[in-house]
């Protein structure tokens, strides 16, 4: 069981905007550690999507936007496209478990 | 331009010591602040932190993992070195070795290509 909880899958029609969830605990969230966002396209290394809960690593789009809250983080992607089609991982920092990571979601474009 | 590669083994028996070195450059380990991870990711799953190693040789270890775990590093040929003991099928995964962010934001900015490790006698 991972200390950050993701949905397994979402989906979205080109074009649409989709969110996708990651709730934490007092042990990283709450205790204000950030969330990082990481798109992972099978076959290949993870890519840092965003930093610091809402930050983007200089070229990725402005398509992408995270925000944090509490003890939940969630990741949004407006003008979905074909090519964002890949797993996302939230990530975190855990004050017992050091480094944590979601188990990750899968997001369809249909 | 940092780069990061792993190497090592791609297939090692159960109960056998997997040595894993990422080979980097675009950064030195001499250098305040920096340091190398490593993450694995077991086919169809989650990624998991594994081990982590600053330019001062602070060391940190998933508590799961701890007691099976050493991270070294040689900052003369800039490489980390991790060594897993006991080794499992269970291990089989692709193990990535990861820059982590600096500015007191822990994750990792730059990651390897990954080697899959497959744990099979």
């Known amino acids: 069981q991972s200390v950050l909880t993701q949905p397994p899958s979402v989906s979205g029609a080109p074009g649409q905007r989709v969110t996708i969830s990651c709730t934490g605990s007092?042990?990283?969230?709450?205790?204000?550690?950030?969330v990082h966002w990481y798109q992972q396209v099978p076959g290949t290394a993870p890519k840092l999507l965003i930093y610091g809960n809402t930050n983007r690593p200089s070229g990725v789009p402005d398509r992408f936007s995270g925000s944090k809250s509490g003890t939940s983080a969630s990741l949004a992607i407006t003008g979905l496209q074909a090519e964002d089609e890949a797993d996302y991982y939230c990530q975190s920092y855990d004050s017992s478990l050091k480094w944590v990571f979601g188990r990750g979601t899968k997001l369809t474009v249909l | 331009q940092i780069t990061l590669k792993e190497s090592g083994p791609t297939l090692v028996k159960p109960t056998q010591t997997l040595t894993l070195t990422c080979t980097f450059s675009g950064f030195s380990l001499t250098t305040s602040g920096l340091g190398v991870g490593w993450i694995r990711q077991p086919p169809g799953k989650a990624l998991e932190w594994l081990a982590l190693?600053?330019?001062?040789?602070?060391?940190r270890y998933s508590p799961s993992l701890k007691g099976r775990l050493t991270i070294t590093k040689d900052t003369s040929k800039n490489q980390v070195v991790l060594t897993m003991t006991n080794m499992d099928p269970v291990d089989t995964a692709t193990y990535y070795c990861a820059h982590p962010m600096t500015n007191n934001y822990l994750g990792f900015d730059y990651w390897g290509q990954g080697t899959l490790v497959t744990v099979s006698s």
């Open positions: 007092s042990s990283n969230f709450g205790a204000g550690y950030d």
């Open positions: 190693i600053y330019w001062n040789d602070d060391k």
